[in-house]
């Protein structure tokens, strides 16, 4: 070893000196390492002008800034006193270039009046500004080597105002070597001789905005990658089948100089990865590989439910939105098919909805399935960010999908938030009524074609909760005892009852113009637990059956959930009903009847009566990881009861009701990685639950999920878990009272 070592040592000191370039030393033009200091200029050899870059150096963030991380030693030049508002300009002392490079470190704004100059006879020859908004120095450098021997001097400029109107610059030298880390304009070219070029993907490294284009046309919209920099977490495919023979370029607008995944970009036939990773559902929706979030633009047509679902297919974190497709003959089994609608040059693709136009209102032909959708656009850096809607239409039973050229159909920039478009034929004025979340409120919107649309009204103020932006909204009728009552989704983020996101509803009427609540305490929930999320129901179902399908998962640690090549899953399908909780109406959700499709092999358990625990045994085979069950509880007394399900690892998930409390809680504290992020929520997860002389359960189980159903769906949650082996017992408990279990059974899922 020892050997090998000092041989290679000598090797590199030989290859140096053949070279006969032993570098010269880098010469420190400034470090900023003075403190300003009384009697002396703030900025020793500098001159100051304005009061942006204050009384001397800064020693890290100031005046409320965030933290600043990066500068070298103790001090660096800082434009933020005062804030974003301040301007001002520090100008050098004049020095000769002697070598090849100005290296300096450099953070801040990227706008067009923060930046940093270079000066020879007074003019600038130089100037750059970091290649995104950062509080992190970053090295930079200059190629100056026609410039040597010239005398110079270094401009810092602060003349920008309002966000990122600020500059940070430390350690400027001169040097033999170029220190940049990033790369602007960076290019990557494939001679495309195979189906995929694969994109090395780390996890939680930078995005990097990519700019494909084919024979130097862009061929899509820009994609943003999290390019493995340090080390390769997974790979996604970009299918290149189509431009075989040609030449694709991958164009960076900046790229980490040392990305491992620069020289990893593979052309390739094949894209292999383990589907079946140990949290991957069995009967649950779930991308085939990629991330996923709220579902959208669910239709049934010709005996197919159709599935679009928010996807990312670069990467498992959200972003780059386009809408995935699956296609469900049973609402059991889906089938992955191809991306149906792609950001295009108005936005991204956001949540959104899809109708089919019997009457060819549209006019793109009759039956034609139309999606309604938020377009979303945001500057490379989300600092300026605009949602509008736009509409496309598919003639194929929505395969494909064309984008209508008159889009965006609806705007208002009045509104930051204006999204999630759903829409739905109202019979009585023969016409689309749209739904749509404006910031804290709901607005409607009326339209005869899907491409005018006329403001009706809006609701939401002074009621419901607002903790959070308002999100994924739906209207939808359903029969209470004979009448016609109108629920209204709308999905908050955060402003959970147990932490992050979760959707509330209400309940009232609709006239064709304006929703009225009714007088109920709300907010009410559709789902108590931690995991249903921005859910929305099927459209064209027939018996206008009110199908309803969610989100599993939880903005608040979604993009961390311990998955590998897909991340999130969805609920499964619920059939929504009105019912009386014993006090007041409330929106029940309960599992489609198809899911009992799935049911394989079942036993029935024997009635029992349960004083402190009682172990389920036999169950072992039969639970292995996706299961449903289904008993009844009786208390007899006041005292809190329930069941735990745990495994080999002893890791569990306890579920408990407490009738003198009225509350059902979940507690997956022990239920394995919970630390994979601080937000995942461990505290028992709590519901209202309305006193009942017994509680009929269903419980769905499918190896990461939980979804619990008590008396046909008036009180639900959903939760996920992250065990290290299936739950492959139940054990029932009291903690003091009788309990009479009955009516127990349960089945293996196919
Ligand atoms: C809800 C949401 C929607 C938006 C979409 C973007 O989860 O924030 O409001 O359209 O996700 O992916």
Redesign the pocket.
Known sequence: MKIGKYYWLVLSLSLACLCGCVSRPDIVIEDFEFDGGFEQSPYGAWSVEGTAFGAGPATGGVDGQNAVTGFAGQRFANSFHGGDNSLGTLLSYEFTIQRKYINFMMGGGFLSGTYIELLVDGESVRKSAPLFPTEELNWMSWEVSDLEGEKAQIRIVDRQTGGWGHTMIDQIEMSDQDKSIFRAQYVVDFAVDKKYILLPIQDDAREYRITVKVEGKKIMEPIKVRLAESRIDYWMPLDVEAYKGKNVSFNFDYVYAGAVGLENLTLSDAFNFDYNEPYRPDYHFSPCYGWT??PNGMFWKDGEYHLYY?YNPYGTR?GN?HWGHAVSKDLCKWKHMPVAIAPDSIGAI???SAVVDHNNTAGFGRDAVIAVY?S?REDPHRLSISQVQSISYSTDNGTTFTPYEGNPVLADPHYI?F??SKVRWHEPTARWIMTL?TGQTITFYASKDLKEWEKLSSFGEGIGAKGG?W??PDLFPLDYNGTEKWVLLV?I?PGAPNGG?ATQYFIGNFDGRTFTADPLPYPLWIDYGCDN??GVTWSNVPQDRILFIG?MSN?AYANFVPTHYFRNSMTVPRDLHLVHNGKHVVLASYPAAEIDGLHGSSVEMPDATIQETHLVSGLAEMLRGAYDMTFTLTPLSNAPFGFTLCNDADECVAFTFDPAQNTLSVDRSRSGNVDFYPTFYVDPIKSPLPMRKSYRVRLLIDKASSELFVNGGEVVQSNIFFPSASFNRIKFHTEGGNVALSDMTVYEMK
């Open positions: 979030n709220d928010q959200w939105m956001f949540s959104g938020t979303h938030d999204r999630d979340a932006v999100e994924c999905s983020n996101c999320y921005a989100w903005h």
